[in-house]
């Protein structure tokens, strides 16, 4: 069934509104966190492990939404996501205790996994000709939600102490959304293609299972410093908090602004060539910023500018050489995104915690370049296929 052009823009609109309400919950945690900890009296570590249940929910929902698309389609899919987030934000609002809350968290993180494969699944079924631009320009509106975030965040907290009203207040949103949804005539173009069978693994060609831990390091990167920046230039650049938080801010910023601008040429461009392109200029920053004077530390949050196309590029990389969605490419890519955001940081804390803050930090220029390796055992990859078949 061929989709009218009204039910693809109200498709496409309904997408880039769940990707801002994606951002705006995925950015929450930290916001709250430390409202959390004195609330609730946890230490850091508990803190941190909160983190980690959202994570490992968000990859655990992954992996079983794959199977989902072929029992409902991706719409169907889509509004399970919003229902799980508005029930599970709810949930975690009302409860006390680690237990309780770590499964709150791990439901949050769940439901923001399902709406990003199911989004991401959607625009690049209903946009085949140009999905490089149109994921693009949905992660921007990750972007979006994501600097609202801590904005909405402090507004209530500055009204209302209780970061309880933050979760139930932010989940208002999500109920109409899933309302609007439901309305949209959306039908599957193909159920049959949407089918699961772990056979098709094999199936797969070798550049997308080389995608994969590109993705992996990639999300190992931009956790890495969006975890670790301020910390890093409060400590070893002497930078003053308040200093390192904008510069951190710099680094969402311009990651929101690449996507934006990066979603009108990718295509044209060219997938693999736009990676690589942005990935050795990224790793350029990371070591200027790394290697030189303090006052130079500004090239590691000016990188988020090349970093930006990488994770939506990748997802159209793949769709791209999977067939239109593969649900088993895309949801093995989403999972190695859900661990490298899992990893990279905790290992950068391994190993700052062994030696120093530099080293810890630094580590972020060596998962760059073997992204960049990765690239290009890709590229000659495409070489030999494009020489054996001329």
């Known amino acids: 069934m061929k989709l009218d052009i009204r039910t693809i823009k109200l498709m496409t609109i309904a997408n880039f509104i769940c990707f801002i309400i994606y951002g705006f919950v995925d950015n929450l945690k930290g916001s709250t966190l430390s409202s959390i900890l004195v609330d609730q009296s946890f230490s850091h570590v508990i803190g941190g492990s909160l983190i980690l249940w959202s994570n490992l ?7 079983l939404v794959s199977f989902i698309f072929g029992a409902g389609g991706r719409k169907s899919t889509l509004i399970i996501g919003l229902s799980v987030m508005a029930g ?4 975690f609002a009302i409860v006390t205790g680690k237990y309780f809350m770590f499964a709150g968290m791990a439901l949050i993180g769940g439901s923001a996994g399902i709406i990003n494969l199911s989004s991401q699944s959607i625009i690049a079924s209903i946009h085949s000709n140009n999905r490089g631009k149109f994921l693009n320009l949905l992660t921007f509106f990750y972007g979006v939600g994501a600097m ?4 909405f965040a402090s507004l209530i907290l500055l009204t209302d102490s209780r970061w309880r009203n933050v979760y139930l207040i932010a989940g208002i949103p999500v109920i109409f959304v899933f309302m609007y949804l439901i309305v949209i005539p959306y039908k599957e173009t193909s159920q049959k293609s949407n089918r699961i069978n772990m056979t098709d693994a094999k199936k797969l060609p070798n550049a997308a299972f080389i ?3 590109v993705m992996f390091f990639y999300s190992a990167i931009e956790a890495g410093i969006a975890t670790w920046l301020v910390e890093y230039l409060s400590k070893v650049k002497i930078f003053s ?3 390192a938080r904008l510069y951190l801010s710099i680094f969402f910023i311009t990651i929101m602004i690449g996507r934006l601008i990066g979603g009108f040429f990718v ?3 060219g997938y693999l060539l736009s990676i690589i392109s942005s990935s050795i200029i990224s790793l350029l920053f990371v070591l200027l910023g790394i290697i030189l004077a303090p006052s130079y530390a500004v090239f590691i949050p000016l990188s988020g500018l090349f970093f930006s196309i990488v994770f939506p590029t990748i997802v159209a990389a793949v769709t791209e050489l999977t067939g239109i969605n593969s649900p088993l490419a895309l949801g093995l890519l989403f999972s ?3 661990l490298g955001k899992m990893f990279g940081p905790w290992i950068q804390g391994l190993l700052s915690d062994a030696y120093d803050l530099q080293t810890g930090f630094s580590i972020v220029f060596l998962f760059n370049l073997l992204m960049l390796m990765l690239l290009f055992v890709n590229k000659s990859i495409k070489a030999k296929k494009e020489f054996q078949n001329d």
Request: hydrophobic residues 50%; neutral net charge; charged residues 5%.
């Open 88 to 91: 599970s934000m709810g949930f």
């Open 57 to 63: 929910g968000s990859v655990i929902s992954v992996i």
């Open 241 to 243: 908090f308040n200093n």
């Open 148 to 151: 609202s975030a801590p904005l």
């Open 211 to 213: 995608y994969l831990f």
């Open 267 to 269: 295509d044209r461009v």
């Open 336 to 338: 190695m995104s859900g």
